[in-house]
């Protein structure tokens, strides 16, 4: 079965602080997988994409995600948080035809 | 360059009356999404569009909900009749890439926000 697993629901951090949103992910094909971001009232936006080249990927704010396989993980990070980065986080697995899956979400909180 | 547009915005309904919600992708997107969003959820995929194939629609409950896509544009999703199990939002989202590659970025609508009372 395919699942995506976001494994904290809440989040808290300081501003300038590291950011760790843990995924992981169980598929018996090779996915994609996504992190989107959704701030209150805003559409869902793309932070970062894993597709299969390197397993470490840059994206969007100062993010970065590192695909593992041998962990099922693709876990988000940002090595100093900012206000403006307070949301909700989704990590979204897509395997083409065969499944699209979203996690729960985690909601990051930055504390002044 | 426009983004996905979606309409209406807000839907408030009696249970057992019908709805509908329109979705209009960005221009020469090939794959379209609809997905429901519970609170405090991520987002749920109902159906997935290549074109005006739907690829994917193992988690559209078929008794109530419909969609179509046709001439490979637009979209309208059906909920006929609705119940109070089907407050939600209800996003659309489209892509450039083809759904069977599965890398492609999704650029989402903001949404229309159902309440069925």
């Known amino acids: 079965a395919q699942s995506v697993t976001q494994l904290d629901s809440h989040v808290s951090v300081s501003e300038g602080t590291p950011v760790l949103l843990r995924c992981n992910y169980s598929s018996s094909y090779s996915p994609s997988l996504f992190w989107y971001v959704q701030h209150p009232n805003k559409g869902l936006q793309l932070l970062l994409k894993y597709t299969s080249a390197a397993t470490l990927v840059k994206g969007i704010n100062g993010f970065e995600a590192e695909f593992k396989k041998s962990e099922t993980s693709f876990h988000l990070t940002k090595p100093s948080a900012h206000m403006s980065d307070a949301a909700e986080y989704f990590c979204l697995m897509d395997t083409g035809r065969r499944a699209l899956t979203f996690g729960s979400g985690t909601r990051l909180q930055v504390q002044p | 360059e426009a983004g996905v547009v979606q309409s209406p915005r807000y839907k408030i309904i009696e249970k057992k009356q019908p709805v509908a919600f329109w979705c209009n992708p960005i221009s020469g997107h090939n794959t379209l999404y609809w997905y429901r969003q519970n609170l405090g959820q991520g987002p749920e995929l109902l159906i997935r569009y290549e074109n005006e194939e739907a690829v994917d629609d193992s988690q559209l409950p078929k008794d109530r909900f419909s969609a179509e896509r046709l001439k490979g544009v637009d979209s309208t999703l059906k909920i006929q009749p609705a119940e109070l199990g089907d407050s939600a939002v209800y996003l659309c989202?489209?892509?450039?890439?083809?759904?069977?590659?599965?890398?492609?970025?999704?650029?989402f609508g903001p949404g229309t926000r159902l309440t069925v009372l």
């Open positions: 989202a489209s892509s450039l890439d083809k759904a069977a590659s599965g890398g492609g970025e999704q650029f």
